[in-house]
């Protein structure tokens, strides 16, 4: 009996381990931060792409905080990535 409760514990823990983020590379850590700031966990691999791609990841995270301050926006990551998509690496 005593077996069964350790395995069943063993398998939570790998679960909740599951859930935690791993960051390798400074991309990683952007996208997952661009991601927190607009509340779109959801897309977190695409703000990673985007943060690999983009040289210029002060001005993503500045253009995140703008967007996640606007009330007024029902989508935030979708306005931002048209925000980013509009801007065209003019400042990259």
């Known amino acids: 009996m005593e077996d069964f409760s350790e395995k069943k514990e063993y398998l939570e823990e790998l679960k909740?381990?599951?859930k935690?983020?791993?960051?390798?590379?400074?991309?990683?850590?952007?996208g997952l931060e661009l991601a927190d700031i607009l509340s779109d966990?959801?897309?977190k691999s695409l703000y990673i792409k985007l943060a690999k791609e983009t040289g210029d990841t002060d001005r993503l995270i500045q253009v995140a905080k703008e967007v996640a301050e606007r009330r007024d926006i029902k989508?935030?990551?979708?306005?931002?990535?048209r925000i980013i998509k509009d801007d065209?690496?003019?400042n990259s």
């Open 20 to 30: 935690q983020s791993h960051v390798y590379h400074k991309h990683q850590l952007i």
């Open 75 to 81: 989508k935030p990551g979708a306005y931002f990535m």
């Open 41 to 43: 966990r959801e897309h």
């Open 16 to 18: 909740k381990r599951s």
């Open 88 to 90: 065209g690496g003019k």
